[in-house]
């Protein structure tokens, strides 16, 4: 059981990984101890879940839990591979130190869960009920709380009957572990024979160690891979000021051409220089999944759909089609696609009439951003879902020449009188006159 | 008021002299009757506090900045090298703008395309010479003790992370400053960025900008203070569409400032 879950979370990880290779290349191998310290600070740390204290605190809770029972699993894993039982139980005192801090955690990952499952279904939060949230996002969310609360409940019960075991002398049962919480369960299967006591032990040590396989197996299906990207996403975060848009290389190319009055515009083109620098894209900007950059593929794979972003939108909050979360949703569901296709038809991708930008985003969604950054800052682990509208734009206008009349306008004024409006260049020293 | 003479570059140079600064008004702070205010506001401010300044003139060019944001790369660097072949021949070394787009672009995106300088927001600039002791306010000058808020700029605020320079400009006026709900990193988008300034917003339920001014009056602040010209529009078009215009004034904090030092007594 163990093997097959591996194999079929690896096989699922390198699809992920392959997709991710589909995006163009963008260079993030700079600046490593900066980008360590900001895995760190986000990623380890969570610095910026706090944002929101209520959320940031149970989130931590859960985070703590699952990292720290894990080294639980390590035990439960070894016992079911090497037929022992409690094989860390020679620890003596530490053991139980480390059974009782599992114990606490547990306890809090539960009731953190039962919370998240009452926000979300309950008090129904609006930024878990957006328009791009029904169905299987909601679902997902859902399955998520419920099978963590299956697991730490499965583990609790394993110990409080481990402990009734422990205490009717039944053998193969050590004496070890301290048990601050799951002693309150004990009442619940005390009523149990000495068999049943050992059949409920191993059912719900079967129970955690099923569960526990079949999560991992599922993770990367579903939002909750942001407990695996979360790492490298911080990791290879944008380090520029959040207000920064990169400049396009291959459009510098060409306006330095235009620009230089040595250029010979019908000169031929140098041979091909085998270490020279891959050509530049063939178009500009992002029409389609693999339009998007490496990192912005990940970004859309690492998303939990929490919807800050969404939230903090101002044209979300207007009542505007445009929804961040949204965004980067449709990101991942077009690449995931992709990858389907790609792998259905022998590793090459088969027109299917569909692009990202067209078949899922829509222009109305790009044309209402502000390019405030007001998702970036909002985003728990640095995804820029801003990042993506604005290189979608790109697209729409150095492909399609598609933008709105006025916009067009403003374009034709900046390059006839180098103003967003129509005012002739001359006048623009006019203010003075009268300063 | 006094009057004095705004010099350009080309004055400047033909004169034989090289300012210390570069004040790029940019297209709102050119054309927009509002915004010229401010800009005068701007250029008062400088030579009350004796800096030595001029501006570019006609020679002055749309930084790009809406371009770019709208998806017209193209656009955006024909207007950055034109700019920079500019900003390079007179040689400049240092900018001062009343706009954070052209701020930011300038500051972040420019450096790549060849042009490199030390650029700062007219707040920046401003709490640096409060700070130095150049500006002298008047001891009545109006907006003592007034309940003041500021809206900040993305461009400036989350943009480049400067929320302390404007906030410490409206402190030198002995004013009660006070926050928004939504403020500095968390603070809300006016709607004019991403060059929507220049088109119809997209239909939904609310306009951003009637939105933002909830989270003013909600302050009962008596000014809202702002550090761009787009923000100035868009709260001034807020404020009027709620009925407070009679309540809550919209103002640069370079309107502010130059009035607080206007009534000096020379």
């Known amino acids: 059981?163990?093997?097959?879950?591996?194999?079929?979370?690896?096989?699922?990880?390198?699809?992920?990984?392959?997709?991710?290779?589909?995006?163009?290349?963008?260079?993030?191998?700079?600046?490593?101890?900066?980008?360590?310290?900001?895995?760190?600070?986000?990623?380890?740390?969570?610095?910026?879940?706090?944002?929101?204290?209520?959320?940031?605190?149970?989130?931590?809770?859960?985070?703590?839990?699952?990292?720290?029972?894990?080294?639980?699993?390590?035990?439960?894993?070894?016992?079911?591979?090497?037929?022992?039982?409690?094989?860390?139980?020679?620890?003596?005192?530490?053991?139980?130190?480390?059974?009782?801090?599992?114990?606490?955690?547990?306890?809090?990952?539960?009731?953190?869960?039962?919370?998240?499952?009452?926000?979300?279904?309950?008090?129904?939060?609006?930024?878990?009920?957006?328009?791009?949230?029904?169905?299987?996002?909601?679902?997902?969310?859902?399955?998520?709380?419920?099978?963590?609360?299956?697991?730490?409940?499965?583990?609790?019960?394993?110990?409080?009957?481990?402990?009734?075991?422990?205490?009717?002398?039944?053998?193969?049962?050590?004496?070890?572990?301290?048990?601050?919480?799951?002693?309150?369960?004990?009442?619940?299967?005390?009523?149990?024979?000495?068999?049943?006591?050992?059949?409920?032990?191993?059912?719900?040590?079967?129970?955690?160690?099923?569960?526990?396989?079949?999560?991992?197996?599922?993770?990367?299906?579903?939002?909750?891979?942001?407990?695996?990207?979360?790492?490298?996403?911080?990791?290879?975060?944008?380090?520029?000021?959040?207000?920064?848009?990169?400049?396009?290389?291959?459009?510098?190319?060409?306006?330095?051409?235009?620009?230089?009055?040595?250029?010979?515009?019908?000169?031929?083109?140098?041979?091909?220089?085998?270490?020279?620098?891959?050509?530049?894209?063939?178009?500009?900007?992002?029409?389609?999944?693999?339009?998007?950059?490496?990192?912005?593929?990940?970004?859309?794979?690492?998303?939990?759909?929490?919807?800050?972003?969404?939230?903090?939108?101002?044209?979300?909050?207007?009542?505007?089609?445009?929804?961040?979360?949204?965004?980067?949703?449709?990101?991942?569901d077009r690449v995931d696609e992709i990858g389907h296709n790609r792998d259905a038809n022998d590793g090459v991708f088969k027109d299917d009439g569909k692009t990202l930008l067209g078949s899922y985003i829509t222009e109305e969604e790009l044309w209402a951003c502000t390019s405030c950054q007001a998702c970036v800052d909002a985003c728990p682990i640095n995804i820029s879902p801003m990042g993506i509208i604005l290189d979608m734009r790109r697209s729409l206008i150095m492909e399609d020449s598609k933008s709105p009349e006025t916009i067009t306008n403003m374009f034709n004024n900046i390059e006839n009188n180098g103003a967003p409006w129509a005012f002739p260049a001359a006048s623009r020293g006019d203010w003075i006159k009268d300063a | 008021m006094n009057t004095f003479k705004v010099p350009t570059m080309a004055e400047m140079i033909a004169e034989g002299k090289s300012p210390e600064v570069l004040f790029w008004v940019g297209c709102a702070g050119s054309f927009d009757d509002r915004a010229k205010r401010i800009t005068k506001a701007i250029a008062q401010i400088l030579h009350h506090a004796n800096v030595s300044f001029a501006v570019l003139g006609a020679e002055e060019s749309c930084t790009g900045d809406p371009a770019k944001r709208a998806g017209n790369e193209f656009l955006f660097q024909m207007q950055a090298a034109t700019n920079i072949a500019v900003l390079n021949g007179y040689g400049i070394k240092k900018i001062v703008t009343g706009c954070p787009h052209c701020f930011n672009i300038m500051k972040n995106e420019y450096p790549e395309l060849g042009g490199a300088y030390e650029v700062m927001h007219h707040s920046q600039f401003i709490a640096t010479l409060i700070s130095e002791g150049k500006i002298t306010l008047a001891d009545d000058h109006p907006f003592k003790g007034k309940r003041i808020t500021f809206h900040d700029p993305c461009y400036l605020g989350r943009g480049n992370g400067e929320y302390e320079a404007p906030r410490s400009v409206i402190e030198a006026l002995d004013a009660e400053l006070v926050e928004m709900r939504r403020c500095k990193s968390k603070g809300l988008c006016c709607g004019a960025g991403g060059a929507q300034m220049f088109k119809e917003a997209e239909k939904g339920n609310k306009e951003i900008n009637d939105q933002r001014t909830e989270d003013v009056l909600e302050t009962s602040a008596a000014i809202v203070a702002t550090g761009c010209p787009f923000c100035n529009t868009m709260m001034t078009d807020g404020v009027k569409s709620a009925e407070k215009s009679d309540t809550v004034n919209v103002q640069d904090i370079a309107e502010m400032i130059a009035s607080a030092v206007s009534i000096v007594p020379e």
């Open chain 1, 1 to 332: 059981m163990l093997g097959t879950g591996i194999f079929l979370f690896s096989r699922r990880i390198a699809f992920v990984r392959r997709n991710i290779n589909m995006g163009r290349d963008i260079d993030l191998s700079d600046r490593k101890a900066e980008r360590w310290k900001t895995m760190a600070r986000v990623a380890i740390g969570q610095s910026k879940m706090v944002a929101r204290p209520v959320a940031g605190i149970l989130h931590i809770c859960v985070y703590l839990g699952f990292v720290i029972i894990n080294i639980e699993m390590l035990e439960i894993v070894l016992d079911g591979l090497l037929g022992t039982h409690r094989i860390f139980s020679s620890l003596g005192s530490v053991y139980n130190v480390l059974i009782a801090i599992f114990e606490i955690l547990a306890f809090a990952v539960l009731v953190a869960c039962v919370i998240f499952l009452i926000r979300r279904n309950v008090i129904a939060l609006a930024r878990f009920k957006s328009p791009e949230m029904g169905g299987w996002p909601s679902m997902d969310a859902n399955i998520i709380l419920v099978v963590e609360i299956v697991l730490m409940f499965a583990f609790l019960s394993m110990n409080a009957t481990d402990a009734i075991a422990q205490s009717l002398d039944v053998d193969h049962y050590v004496k070890a572990g301290s048990f601050p919480i799951s002693q309150f369960l004990v009442p619940m299967y005390s009523g149990l024979s000495e068999a049943g006591i050992v059949i409920a032990e191993r059912g719900f040590w079967w129970l955690h160690i099923a569960g526990v396989i079949s999560f991992l197996v599922y993770v990367p299906y579903s939002k909750h891979f942001h407990i695996l990207l979360a790492f490298p996403n911080t990791y290879y975060s944008n380090l520029n000021k959040s207000g920064t848009l990169n400049n396009m290389a291959s459009v510098k190319k060409e306006v330095d051409l235009m620009m230089d009055p040595t250029a010979d515009p019908y000169a031929t083109p140098p041979p091909p220089d085998n270490n020279a620098e891959p050509e530049a894209p063939l178009s500009f900007g992002v029409k389609d999944g693999t339009d998007l950059n490496w990192k912005q593929i990940m970004e859309s794979y690492s998303c939990t759909e929490c919807g800050r972003c969404t939230s903090v939108c101002p044209a979300s909050m207007t009542g505007k089609l445009l929804s961040p979360r949204k965004i980067m949703m449709d990101s991942r």
